[in-house]
């Protein structure tokens, strides 16, 4: 089994949930729940590694809080 980390935004104009992996292209999606983004990203990710294992263009580091006054 494969983990991979996707980031999850909300679009403010539609209310779609919107998630994508970082370095990884193809792998993104768009939802109306987040159960549902999570089984769309589930299914594009599988098809996606049909091909093989992907060569990522990128490495998820995390998130950081900035502060500007």
Sequence with gaps: MKEFTAIIEKDSDTGLYIGYVPGFPGAHSQAASL???NDNLREVIGMLLEDGDPKLEGEFVGTQRVSVS
């Design 35 to 37: 159960d549902e983004l």
